[in-house]
């Protein structure tokens, strides 16, 4: 993603408060991302599209299979993981499942890396991606954020949280860490393709001759924690709300601790591709729905992530 500027979030502070709150709802990631699987527990439920109150809504080839394949990058606590069992749960899944029912049909989670989703949503792989995916215009204009050129048709977005982004370094080890210009001389560890690698890339133009920052990429954030954990990186950088579920839940919550204030807000938005406008819109509508009825904001609080909760789903909303 492309973070042309840092902008601190006015919820930055109340969001750091709620780290203590972020649920255990599972037990931390057992599996890495990217072998391109269904998994077996991995389908979030539906009603019969007989009874479901938009099921009329969706283009007659998803109605006649009964599912939605969704690409995401399964590995990101606790927007969407695997718990003790082997099961796909977090924010996500909770999510997809209660769209589901208002649309009849199943989404069935597909895990690959997090970089290649887009692409596999382009080839026909997956239907839609929902993987705590940021909105912005680079993305749904199909444009390399390092480049500034087309590299693709883009998406759109059906949008549906407001997140930021968030630095952490082991508990008590700051380095002195305290902000994103605090990393020259540094070494970051952050997962490929996201939005902490891009502004982790622009940071680094910044930093004067001698103090370089070093950028470690990963194919996911378990990588990233993994790193910082046995100290070959001073810090790492993910998404608020999987930051402070890592703080909170990583050894007990003796390993790391949040930096700073999270920056970059945007909203998360499930990628569609551009000419399946009646999928976009039916998944708009369903979100809307449960939004209205209360389900929302009920895996909201159960994930931890109320603060992020947004009044009403929007289409290409990112900036």
Known sequence: MTASSTRRTTAA?????????????????????????????????????STAPLADKLPKEIRDKGEIKVGSDIAYAPVE???????????????????????????????????????GLRSGRYDIAMSAMTDNKNRQEGVDP????????????????????????????????????????KKLAVERGTVSED???????????????????????????????????????????????????SGGGKDFQVVGDQVEAAPYGIAVAKNDTQLRDALQAAMNAIIKNGEYQKILEKWGAEDGAVKESAVNGGK
Request: with cysteine.
């Open 199 to 249: 502004l982790a890339k622009q940071e680094a133009k910044k930093c004067p001759s001698g103090k370089k920052l070093t950028i470690e990429p990963f194919d996911d954030d378990q990588q990233s924690q993994t790193r910082l954990r046995s100290g070959g990186v001073d810090a790492a950088s993910s998404d608020f709300p999987v930051a402070a579920y890592a703080v909170k839940t």
């Open 146 to 185: 390092d480049t500034g050129k087309k590299v693709g048709e883009g998406v759109d977005f059906v949008d549906y949280l407001t997140a930021g982004v968030s630095i952490y370094t082991r508990k008590d080890d700051t380095k002195g860490i305290t902000s994103w210009s605090d990393l020259c001389g």
């Open 81 to 119: 993981f695997k718990d003790s069992s082997g099961k796909v749960v977090g924010l996500d899944p909770d999510l997809a499942a209660a769209m589901g029912k208002q649309l009849g049909v199943k989404l069935t989670f597909e895990n690959g890396t997090f970089d290649a989703l887009l692409t």
């Open 13 to 49: 502070h109340s969001r750091l408060a709620a780290v203590g709150a972020i649920a255990v709802a599972g037990a931390l990631l057992l599996t890495g991302c990217g072998d391109q699987t269904k998994d077996k527990n991995n389908d979030s439920g539906s009603a019969s599209t």
